[in-house]
C-alpha cells in the first residue's frame, strides 16, 4: 500500500527564516501527491499538489514543492515564514491510477518563533 | 458556499452509547470520505464511498458503519462507543480522478468516557 513518512512531528523557526517540511513515499511509480494545511480548530485546505507538469510546484501562501523521483521526495519548503504559516503540515499521497484512498502522513506541528 | 459540513461539531459520549455523524456536501461530488485524526498519528481513513449506495472500508473501519444513501449525504455511525473512539473526525469530498482536492469539513470532536 501506498504511504507517506514526514520527518520531524515538530519544525521551529524564526520568522523570515526558511522553511522546510520533508516528505517521502513509498513507490517506485510516483504517485499523486499532495500538501495540505491546517490550521487551529479547522479542517484541512489544499496547498499545492504534484501534477507531473513540472518538478517545481508553486502554491498558495508563497509555498512550494519539489519533486524528486529519485529521491521518492515531496518536500515542502517556503523562503520565509512568517507568524501566520504557524500551522499543521500533512504530506498525502493518492496511488498512480486510483482517485479513492488519499493517504496522510502524520503530520507536522511548524511554530514561527518571533 | 457550504462545501463539506459536518453535524455536530462537539459530542460527549458514554461507552456504550450510539450516535451518527452526518457529512453533506454541495459540490456534487462522488467521492466522499471518513477520518479519524489523532495526535501523531495524522489522518487514517476510516470509510470511504465513491458514490450513491456504495461504501468501503479504510484503514480503521472496525467499529465504525456508514450509509450513502444520497449523493450529498455520508453518514458515520458508532453503535457501541468506546474510549478509542475519541478522537477528531473529518469528513471530505472530492470528484473523480487523481489530482482531485479533497474539501475538508470543520470537523466533529467526539470525547467516549
Redesign the interface.
Given at each position: 500500500a501506498q504511504s507517506v513518512t514526514q520527518l520531524g512531528s515538530h519544525v521551529s523557526v524564526s520568522e523570515g527564516a526558511l522553511v522546510l517540511l520533508r516528505c517521502n513515499y513509498s513507490s517506485s511509480v510516483p504517485p499523486y501527491l499532495f500538501w495540505y494545511v491546517q490550521y487551529p480548530n479547522q479542517g484541512l485546505q489544499l496547498l499545492l499538489k504534484y501534477t507531473s507538469a513540472a518538478t517545481l510546484v508553486k502554491g498558495i501562501n508563497g509555498f512550494e514543492a519539489e519533486f524528486k523521483k529519485s529521491e521518492t521526495s515531496f518536500h515542502l519548503t517556503k523562503p520565509s515564514a512568517h507568524m501566520s504559516d504557524a500551522a499543521e503540515y500533512f504530506c498525502a499521497v493518492r496511488p498512480e491510477g486510483s482517485a479513492r484512498q488519499l493517504t496522510f502522513g502524520s503530520g507536522t506541528q511548524l511554530t514561527v518563533l518571533p | 458556499n457550504a462545501g463539506?459540513t459536518q453535524t455536530p461539531k462537539f459530542r460527549v459520549l458514554k461507552t456504550g452509547q450510539s450516535m451518527t455523524l452526518l457529512c453533506a456536501q454541495d459540490m456534487n461530488h462522488e467521492?466522499m470520505?471518513w477520518?479519524r485524526q489523532d495526535p501523531?498519528?495524522?489522518?487514517?481513513?476510516i470509510h470511504?464511498s465513491?458514490g450513491e449506495g456504495t461504501t468501503?472500508k479504510?484503514?480503521v473501519p472496525d467499529g465504525y458503519n456508514v450509509s450513502r444513501l444520497k449523493k450529498q449525504n455520508f453518514l458515520l455511525g458508532l453503535e457501541s462507543a468506546a474510549p478509542s473512539q475519541t478522537s477528531v473526525y473529518?469528513c471530505?469530498s472530492?470528484t473523480?480522478?487523481?489530482?482531485?482536492?479533497?474539501f475538508?469539513?470543520?470537523?466533529t470532536r467526539l470525547t467516549v468516557v
Open positions: - | 463539506v467521492y470520505y477520518y501523531g498519528m495524522g489522518l487514517r481513513l470511504y465513491v468501503a479504510g484503514e473529518f471530505a472530492s473523480t480522478g487523481g489530482l482531485a482536492e479533497a475538508f469539513g470543520q470537523g
